[in-house]
Nanobody, 119 residues
Framework: QVQLVEFGGGLVQPGGSLRLSCAAS????????MGWYRQAPGNQREVVVA??????NYADAVKGRFTISRDNTKNTVYLQMNSLKPEDTAVYYC??????????????WGQGTEVTVSS
């Protein structure tokens, strides 16, 4: 089983930056899809960015400001968020899909990390 732990959220002023991290723990697996989602109070969870097999799609609201990346040596996925706006305030969740060496596929969610953009 692959577990995800997120960190990096917090309070930031408009125009500021944050980098979220999502570390995958477990053994004998490989990741082929990853993404970040967010849920603002009173709203449904929405996709921020999703990438699979070298195809990456960003939500229009974050294009040019957010960047997803990964460090395979650390099994960690990042979301760099620049030029943050108050409407980016939400709980952010990472999602990872992959395959165990045994052949089974998995999808895992992080616990969520809160991002608040406010002056």
């Amino acid at each position: 089983q692959v577990q995800l732990v997120e960190f990096g959220g917090g309070l930031v002023q408009p125009g500021g930056s944050l980098r979220l991290s999502c570390a995958a723990s477990g053994s004998n697996f490989s990741i082929y899809a990853m993404g970040w989602y967010r849920q603002a109070p009173g709203n449904q969870r929405e996709v921020v960015v999703a990438t699979s097999r070298n195809i990456t799609n960003y939500a229009d609201a974050v294009k040019g400001r957010f960047t997803i990346s990964r460090d395979n040596t650390k099994n960690t996925v990042y979301l760099q968020m620049n030029s943050l706006k108050p409407e980016d305030t939400a709980v952010y969740y990472c999602n990872v899909g992959g395959r165990m060496d045994s052949g089974s596929h998995f999808t895992s969610w992080g616990q969520g990390t809160e991002v608040t953009v406010s002056s």
